[in-house]
């Protein structure tokens, strides 16, 4: 069509006629915006000057807890790995939990990013850029435990493979080797993915930046990002082989995770469907603490508009179908134990029932079995507060899984003679509420200084974003 | 008042009138203030310089010990000199030490008189290791947990290491100069000159004793040894009509009968009786002829009863019935026999007349003289006395009923009668019997002196206090259970400055003052003159055996029977006194291996407890359910134990197969004055416990005339939730499904199928499929490297559980201890131990121990689970562990399914004490904090094998290899060996049809495998 | 704006309201004949590379490439180590036991292909490009907004300014402006 019958913005917004609500499709993004107001919303939440007291009372709680993750790590370092709760026959306690347990919650960051981009799935694109950070946060803080369990952390670097005088190798058949590939390469992927989907943005920031400080600092981050389109065109095309690669790799990474149990030959480890099982599992914790950090989010810096109830929806429904999974795999592990014959497969399950820790196994039924079948029900996978409370449920529910699998399987393996039982200490704790403390004040930061959501990609969700190339000529 | 420069302590006391006979501190005598202060103070600054006064409180020990921190430094360098004196060693000539390769001496170690002949490894001069000497009838090689545990009393920096006066540092020769008007005070003839000892068997110290009371006609010599062996004596001398010693020869012995006696567990010889009895246990391929059958009836678990084919638990007190019961089934006139039990008792009564004089009964040692009477009775009528009893002159140089032999002393102190007490050894006022109120005693008498290995609660009263030397410091003899002598040679020059008693009795005969090595030489050179006593001299010295045992009497044991006591009135419940299973009487309570070592059936550690049979626990209220929670978390309940006026505050521990009614405590443990293990003082890391005492001292309830306990006893419950040190909870085998990880059977079931192992064990373990064809430990080169398999066989048919092998390894392997408070977090850092199994019902079970190494799996589950290569196969077939490769991430330890593997959860090891790094074997690392550590077959000893075999190119011979647990073991139950070699002993071991392996069905292919245990119960008697 | 690295002038470009305008302008200079233009948008726009007459990248051939030389470097020094390097045995394992390398090869996979992405992208892209003549236009800061932009460059053959100008205008833009280099 001609330029000259170009309608104007005011006029291209969806008309809602009076129809019954519930056959209102729910929009990804609230009506009533255009390219300047969604540029100007989201970035202002950066560039604004004065930051929200809210912010400053959350980062100070935050890294209060960091200080309290340095001061155990100190005392860990010069003291040693005693100071946790771990002994002769559990030798992994919340060290190992914990890693898994932030490992796991990952996973949603980069299926939401990866897999639904693949998908074609248009409501990722508000949830994606804090999910992503999320992911590399949670992976920060997991990166701490394998590290620091060790008895003697200053080596940790022997774990990789690098020329030395001995010319000694790492040992490649073991979990913990494809453990440091596995991590390393994922924290790397998510990282390159994460920024590339920044550039754009960062460009943004740079153009909109008040100050020259952060107009030169953007800049650079931006790397002279112009908006060309044969830049669009490749950017695009590396964005999907991204999305393509970090596929596998998010389902490679805790499929390798539960590698570190399913190869050993301990009972309630060695298990042939951990790395489903794992997966699984994984997902489910990870959209369980996106909901947790996106509803009280959306909630303070007023993104209803762009995080709409749709987004929370749907990742309600996903919770419930990687839930469904989780929970089919808890009755097929113990159906596993009882078909197989095996003594000590069947000894490790009754003992998780009725053994020491059944309290435990109890809990994590309610937690990660019955609590997301909520989500059956319309009104509470609508309802934020709905959502967030299972959520919880799900965070505590997947912590207590790896508990049950971990310490309830390595407390009493094959000979009675070396039976004993495990508990956290003190510093277990401190280390583990210190870790939760660097992610969310990871967290904090990011708010703060990037762009939560993705600015170019909310602009394509407009429809005056969608132009037709003419094939006359 | 007087201005004389000396403290007269008379005149002294006479002004203080008399309101404190001894004054301990300046508090204490002030407060007893009948002189003015500016005198006292004046009085008191002559006499207690400086820090004196806390010295002698004992509250300021520690500081003490600082001080003494400087002479520590010395004892490192005092390690570097060899005795002046030629001592002979065992293999090679002194000339041909070659730097890093050990010499071996034999030497003997007493514990209560009786020597054990033991070979002492020196490196460089430094004793760092105890082995059996094969050559000495009461140890044929093997050794027992304390004398295992006996190098490190030498090297512990808690000994005394001075003389001390009145608590001040002091000198030998102030001693000497002192001893004179000690003796002048003592009338003429000695009448108030007092010495008391332990059990003395060394002839040369006796010849000494003897020219002292020779000399002093009018002195007394008093003996008291606390684990007290009156009853033994004084039966004998009933039986016999006479002092004299019991041999027993159970190789003999078809049918053994044990009235409460662990006569494989403690007492002189057990070591030789545990060889012998189990030479005749072993069932091997083709066997028909029948083992050897044991039936006990025993007031508390012991080492034997867990071997025993039949057991009762009675009360102490029933076991007298039950003697005479036998006594007259056999035919003697006896009354009182217990009526329970009686087809029981008949079987047993055939058994033995089936058996005459190739059987044996044994009486415990805290049985009254009556059944012991009995017992020699049963042995004379069965024909036993001289052919498998054998009775010899006495070991001791002085036989003595020691009990009167106290009570008389106590009484001459108390009457004022004693002027100077001179004391070797031995801790009287800790261990003597509570009514005897020895320190009160001692106290009166003015001149007191004590020599001992530590500056104990006998020192802290003593005026002179002289450290000891350790057997391993200074010359001495001593004899065996059989009488055989042994002279004790010295390895090292005293560590501490100590003096051997030889030296101090020198001074106290006064007359040219011999060094012990004078007085030992020249003392034999009377008794065995002749022209070659030089070559003679030296052959002693070589082999540890001087001399062969005395020639048994042919006497025969009078048959009569004494009249049954009347019966007391026995209300309440019954309480048993033992001696501790690891730290003895109390004098190993600063022994860090013995401390954390875990006791045979309670695996407790670190304290004593209250032993009662799971009935008894019900009756003074305490849940099945809720104890088994408790036992869970290693803990249980405070108990409060009354006996006669008298209460302590123990643990109580439940263990299967303990009578009912019957509260078993162990003495020796709340050593106040034990040094900073015992005391509770040690440093270890994030220890709870510092300052707190290990265990409980029991003394206090131990009366003279309850020596080993009686009725009337309570017991309430005060609280639970105590922390208890424990290393196994109390597993029935049965309960957890069968593992087939003990497997056993009867004799008769043996001989219909050699081959049970194979159906009792895991089904699955006859299904094995592996992905890899597994790894070729064979010589395929016949021209390459020799090639060898190591691999160890555990017969469980003859291990009494007896932990010597574990101390063994730890001595062997620089093994850390942790303290109380990281065995209770289960960090407990032992490569060998030793699992202890119930099988029936918990009132009087079958007992299992089973020791558990290292299994050195082909393939072993730690390995590919090991991020860096820290621990990986050797050409042997050995699963090798390299330290300083670990980054300790305790996946091996996970994935290890025999839990074997130990980590350093802490910086364990002392790198601090000089003394300790003088004990280390120079031949293994000492491992540092965040390292795997656990069993290598002691591949030090491996090595050094191989390298001399290589050197003579050939194959190292079976045998040549010995592993430190296996050296220790009394009953050759641990066979290492070279699979590769058809014809070694580990070979045709594992060729048994009754060998198996742990868990064979994780195709883990384990090197170390065990053969089945196999009883011999008597088919009459149905197992109730 | 930094200082002009190079004398005269590097092109016109028109900015333009809408993502549709943009599009058609593109589609009716390249009508024109014009080759060196170039379009700038606050988003991909798709249509708009071909539009300027942008031939297919070749990243993907490059993201294979890294991934086989992950994949291969992977397994071969999984293999060189435990076969050639330094053999041990471990656990009565082979030495050459693959199975346990493949996780490794995987990784290892992934990790170098998507380096070749990102690098691959950037690189051909010319990226980082601190300076670039579009940025001495005024309001080319809106292009990270709301607003689109097409230039034509100087040293397209066809390039006159007047005609270029000229040309812009027509296509209704906002404004039409000089770019000095």
């Not at chain 2, 006499?47 to 409180?57: H, I």
């Not at chain 2, 090679?92 to 050990?102: A, D, S, V």
């Not at chain 2, 004379?380 to 070991?395: E, F, M, R, S, Y």
Request: net charge neutral; hydrophobic share 40%; with cysteine.
């Amino acid at each position: 069509m001609a330029p000259n019958e170009q309608t104007p913005l005011h006029e291209v917004r969806p008309v809602t006629q009076r129809i019954p609500e519930r056959f209102v499709p729910v929009p990804t993004i609230e009506p009533g915006h255009s390219f300047a107001s969604i540029t100007d919303h989201i970035s202002s939440i950066v560039l604004r000057r004065k930051t929200p007291a809210g912010w400053v009372i959350g980062f100070a709680i935050t890294f209060v807890l960091v200080m309290v993750l340095t001061a155990t790590i100190a005392k860990l370092v010069f003291v040693g790995v005693g100071v946790f709760g771990i002994n002769h026959p559990v030798g992994w306690g919340f060290d190992i939990i914990n890693f898994v347990w932030w490992i796991g919650i990952g996973h949603a960051g980069t299926l939401i990013s990866a897999i639904l981009l693949l998908l074609r799935q248009e409501w990722r694109t508000s949830i994606n850029r804090f999910a992503e950070a999320m992911t590399l946060f949670a992976v920060a803080s997991a990166g701490l435990y394998p590290l620091l369990h060790t008895g003697r952390p200053w080596y940790a670097y022997w774990l990789f493979p690098y020329p030395n005088t001995m010319g000694l190798w790492p040992q490649f058949r073991s979990p913990l080797m494809w453990d440091v590939f596995a991590v390393s390469t994922y924290a790397t992927v998510s990282l390159l993915f994460w920024y590339v989907g920044l550039i754009p943005d960062l460009a943004t920031l740079r153009d909109r930046a008040p100050s020259l400080l952060a107009k030169r600092i953007y800049g650079m981050l931006a790397l002279g990002w112009r908006g060309s389109a044969r830049h669009w065109y490749r950017y695009e095309h590396a964005y999907l082989l991204l999305a393509g690669l970090s596929t596998p790799l998010v389902l490679s990474v805790h499929t390798i995770v539960s590698f570190d149990f399913a190869v050993a030959v301990i009972p309630g480890w060695h298990s042939t469907f951990f790395p489903p099982y794992f997966v699984a599992g994984a997902v489910f914790a990870g959209f369980a603490m996106v909901l947790t950090l996106a509803i009280p989010t959306r909630k303070f810096f007023r993104l209803e508009d762009f995080i709409t109830m749709k987004h929370l929806e749907n990742m309600g429904k996903v919770m419930l179908a990687t839930g469904l999974i989780v929970a089919y795999s808890y009755v097929m592990e113990a159906f596993f134990a009882w078909y197989s014959g095996n003594l000590y497969e069947w000894y490790m399950m009754t003992n998780r029932w009725q053994g020491p820790y059944k309290h435990m196994y109890a809990a994590l039924i309610v937690c990660n079995g019955l609590a997301p079948q909520l989500m059956w029900i319309r009104r509470i996978r609508t309802s934020a507060v709905g959502l967030f409370i299972t959520a919880m449920f799900v965070n505590v529910g997947m912590w207590l899984e790896r508990f049950v699998i971990i310490p309830t399987s390595l407390h009493r393996d094959f000979l009675p003679s070396s039976w004993g039982m495990y508990h956290g200490t003190m510093y277990d704790w401190s280390m583990y509420i210190g870790s939760i403390g660097l992610f969310l004040c990871l967290l904090f930061l990011f708010v703060r200084f990037l762009p939560l959501i993705s600015i170019f990609e909310m602009r394509t969700l407009l429809p005056e974003a969608h132009a037709e190339a003419h094939e006359e000529h | 008042m007087n201005n004389n420069k000396q403290l007269d302590l008379a005149a002294f006391r006479a002004r203080i009138g008399g309101a404190k006979e001894y004054w301990r501190s300046l508090d204490e005598l002030a407060r007893a203030d009948a002189l003015d202060d500016a005198e006292l103070d004046e009085v008191m600054f002559r006499e207690f310089p400086r820090q004196a006064a806390p010295l002698a409180t004992g509250v300021d020990r520690r500081n003490f010990m600082k001080l003494m921190g400087a002479s520590m430094a010395f004892a490192g360098l005092a390690a570097c000199n060899r005795p002046e004196q030629k001592i002979i060693p065992y293999t090679k000539q002194p000339e041909g030490l070659i730097p890093g390769r050990p010499l071996y001496f034999a030497t003997a170690m007493t514990l209560g008189g009786v020597a054990t002949g033991v070979l002492a490894e020196s490196h460089m001069g430094r004793p760092t290791k105890i082995e059996g000497n094969p050559d000495h009838p009461s140890s044929l090689g093997a050794t027992d947990a304390f004398t295992q545990a006996s190098v490190l009393g030498l090297y512990d920096p808690d000994r005394s290491q001075v003389v001390r006066h009145l608590g001040e540092i002091s000198t030998w020769s102030d001693f000497i100069a002192g001893i004179q008007p000690a003796l002048q005070a003592a009338q003429k003839d000695g009448a108030g000159l007092r010495l008391l000892t332990q059990t003395i068997t060394s002839p040369t110290l006796g010849a000494q004793i003897q020219q002292l009371l020779a000399q002093y006609p009018g002195m007394k010599w008093h003996q008291w040894e606390p684990v007290n062996r009156d009853n033994v004596r004084e039966g004998r001398r009933m039986a016999f009509g006479g002092y004299v010693n019991t041999v027993y020869d159970f190789s003999k012995a078809n049918v053994v009968v044990s009235l409460d006696s662990d006569f494989l567990g403690s007492g002189p010889g057990h070591l030789r009786y545990a060889r012998d009895f189990m030479s005749r246990r072993r069932v091997r391929k083709g066997q028909t002829k029948e083992i050897n059958r044991l039936y006990a009836i025993e007031s508390g678990p012991s080492n034997s009863g867990s071997v025993a084919d039949h057991r009762l638990a009675v009360r102490p007190s029933q076991i007298e019935g039950y003697a005479r019961a036998i006594a007259a089934g056999l035919g003697l006139a006896a009354a009182g026999g217990t009526t329970e039990h009686a087809k029981w008792i008949a079987t047993l009564v055939r058994d033995l007349q089936d058996n005459r004089g190739a059987s044996v009964v044994v009486a415990g040692d805290e049985q009254p003289p009556a059944v012991h009477a009995i017992v020699h009775a049963i042995n004379q009528t069965l024909g036993n006395v001289n052919t498998t009893v054998l009775v010899t002159d006495p070991i001791e140089a002085a036989p003595a009923n020691q009990l009167e032999s106290l009570r008389q002393l106590v009484t001459d102190m108390n009457a004022g009668k004693v002027k100077a007490l001179i004391i070797l050894g031995g801790n009287p006022v800790f261990d003597a019997p509570a009514d005897f109120e020895f320190s009160h005693a001692m106290a009166k008498v003015p001149y007191r002196a004590h020599l001992s290995l530590y500056y104990d609660e006998t020192s802290l009263l003593a005026h002179w206090h002289i450290p000891e030397t350790h057997y391993l410091e200074s010359w001495s003899d001593a004899r065996a259970h059989d009488g055989v002598v042994s002279i004790v040679q010295p390895l090292i020059a005293p560590l501490y400055n100590g003096r051997s008693p030889h030296e101090v009795m020198g001074t106290l005969i006064g007359g040219l003052d011999q060094t012990p090595y004078e007085t030992v030489r020249t003392y034999w050179k009377t008794k065995a003159p002749g022209l070659n006593f030089e070559s003679e001299w030296k052959k002693w010295l070589h082999d540890g055996v001087a001399g062969s045992a005395p020639a048994p009497r042919f006497v025969g044991a009078s048959t009569g029977i004494p009249a049954p006591a009347a019966a007391k009135q026995s209300s309440g419940y019954e309480i048993v006194l033992r001696h501790d299973p690891t730290i003895y009487d109390g004098r190993f309570a600063n022994n860090g291996w013995l401390q954390e070592l875990p006791k045979p059936h309670t695996k407790i550690t670190w304290e004593n407890a209250v032993l009662v049979s799971p009935k008894t626990a019900r009756e003074i209220g305490m849940g099945d359910r809720q104890r088994e929670e408790l036992e869970n978390e290693r803990s249980t309940w405070l108990v409060e134990l009354g006996y006669r006026g008298k209460t302590l505050r123990l643990p109580i521990w439940v263990v299967p197969g303990h009578p009912d009614g019957v509260l078993t405590v162990s003495f020796g443990y709340g050593r106040e004055q034990g040094g900073r293990i015992a005391g509770g003082e040690a440093k270890f890391i994030e220890n709870p416990y510092e300052h707190q005492i290990a265990g409980v001292n029991v003394y206090p309830i131990r009366f003279s005339d309850a020596l080993h306990g009686a009725a009337g006893a309570t017991i309430a419950l005060l609280s639970s939730g105590y922390r208890i040190a424990c290393t196994q909870e109390h597993q029935n085998i049965e309960a957890a499904g069968n593992r087939g990880i003990i497997r056993s059977a009867s004799f008769e079931e043996y001989q219909k199928n050699p081959s049970f192992v194979r159906e009792s064990g895991n089904e699955e373990e006859r299904r094995i499929e592996s992905m890899w064809p597994g790894h070729q430990y064979r010589q395929t080169d016949p021209d390459g490297p020799a090639k060898y398999a190591w691999a160890m066989s555990i017969d469980t048919s003859v291990c009494t559980g007896c932990n010597g092998c574990v101390i063994a390894c730890q001595s062997e392997n620089n093994i850390a201890i942790v303290g109380k408070d990281q065995v209770w977090r289960e960090r407990e850092m032992h490569w060998l131990r030793i699992d202890r199994y119930y099988k029936g019902s918990p009132e009087n079970p079958e007992t299992f121990h089973q020791p558990v190494p290292c299994m050195q799996c082909e393939n072993a589950p730690c390995e590919p689970v090991c991020p860096v290569e820290a621990t990986s196969h050797n050409q042997d077939g050995l699963n090798d562990m390299t330290y300083n490769r670990c980054v300790g991430t305790r996946y091996c330890s996970n994935n290890c399914p025999y839990k074997v593997r130990r980590f350093n959860f802490y910086h364990y090891s002392d790198f601090e004490t000089p003394a300790l790094k003088a004990m280390r074997n120079p031949d293994v690392t000492v491992r540092t904090r965040g390292v795997m550590e656990k069993c290598t077959y002691c591949v030090q000893r491996i090595n050094a094998a191989k390298i001399a075999a290589e050197k003579d190119d050939r194959r190292v011979r079976d045998g040549g290899i010995v592993t430190a647990c296996q050296q220790a073991c009394p009953t050759e139950a641990i066979i290492f060996g070279d699979l590769n070699d058809p014809t070694s002993r580990v070979s045709q071991l594992k060729r048994e049809p009754t060998n198996y392996g742990l868990l064979e069905e994780l195709n883990t292919r384990p090197r170390t495998t065990y053969l089945a245990a196999i009883r011999n119960p008597n088919p009459e008697i149905k197992a109730d | 704006m930094a200082k002009p690295r190079r004398e005269g002038l590097y092109g016109v470009i028109a900015e333009f309201g809408e993502a549709q305008a943009l599009l058609t302008a593109a589609e009716a200079v390249r009508e024109k004949g014009y080759t060196n233009i170039d379009a700038y948008s606050p988003f991909p726009i798709h249509g708009l590379a071909e539009a300027i007459g942008f031939r297919k990248s070749h990243l993907s051939a490059i993201v294979l490439g890294g991934g086989l030389l992950g994949g291969a470097g992977g397994f071969l020094m999984c293999w060189y180590a435990n076969v050639i390097s330094y053999p041990l045995n471990i656990g009565g394992k082979p030495f050459n036991s693959w199975p346990a390398f493949i996780p490794i090869t995987f990784e290892c996979t992934i990790l170098l292909a998507a380096f070749a992405a990102v690098f691959g992208m950037l690189g051909l892209n010319g990226l980082p490009m601190p300076y670039h003549p579009v940025f001495n236009v005024k309001r080319f800061d809106q292009a990270s907004r709301d607003k689109f932009f097409l230039a034509i460059q100087a040293t397209d053959p066809k390039f006159n300014l007047e005609s270029a100008r000229r040309l812009l205008e027509s296509l209704g833009p906002r404004e039409v402006t000089d770019v000095p280099w």
